[in-house]
């Protein structure tokens, strides 16, 4: 469970994770994913499972997301990408799981998707991985185009 910043109410972290883990709707398959992740990563490695899993969500969250829209001119069609500030703790938490999913796809070295997802996670932890890269390479991104904040109502 993360605690929310805002609020009182736990984030149900397990729940989160099946979801975005999840095989064409399939709760069942991304119940079995967490499953033989969570059981390799205790073969690997000695530290708390939940306490790394957490520390490697709060790693890889971003605080902004780029917003592509394609404007059309005439015939030439322009991509404009807006930064959006996330504000709700529970989109920062499934972005950051799209982010350590996306990069454990990415990772060919293992055989089994469990297996790459727990060496993302663990570098996720030590904030070597490329899911944490890219929350950094998007917001130096978007701090690099900072005429776009100004549109924002803090």
Request: aromatic share 8%; charged share 25%.
């Amino acid at each position: 469970m993360i605690k929310s910043l805002k609020t009182n109410k736990n984030l149900n972290l397990k729940s989160k994770i099946i979801n975005t883990l999840m095989v064409s709707g399939k709760k069942s398959t991304g119940e079995k994913i967490v499953l033989k992740f969570a059981k390799q990563f205790q073969k690997l490695s000695d530290k708390n499972f939940k306490n790394m899993v957490q520390l490697a969500i709060i790693n890889s969250t971003p605080t902004f997301k780029l917003n592509e829209q394609i404007v059309k001119k005439g015939k030439r069609k322009a991509v404009k990408s807006t930064p959006i500030f996330i504000t709700s703790d529970s989109l920062r938490i499934i972005t950051s799981l799209k982010f350590i999913r996306n990069s454990a796809l990415k990772n060919k070295n293992s055989t089994q998707f469990y297996e790459s997802l727990v060496s993302e996670i663990l570098a996720s932890a030590n904030s070597k991985s490329q899911s944490v890269d890219k929350k950094n390479e998007l917001q130096k991104q978007i701090l690099l185009n900072k005429r776009y904040l100004s549109k924002f109502r803090w």
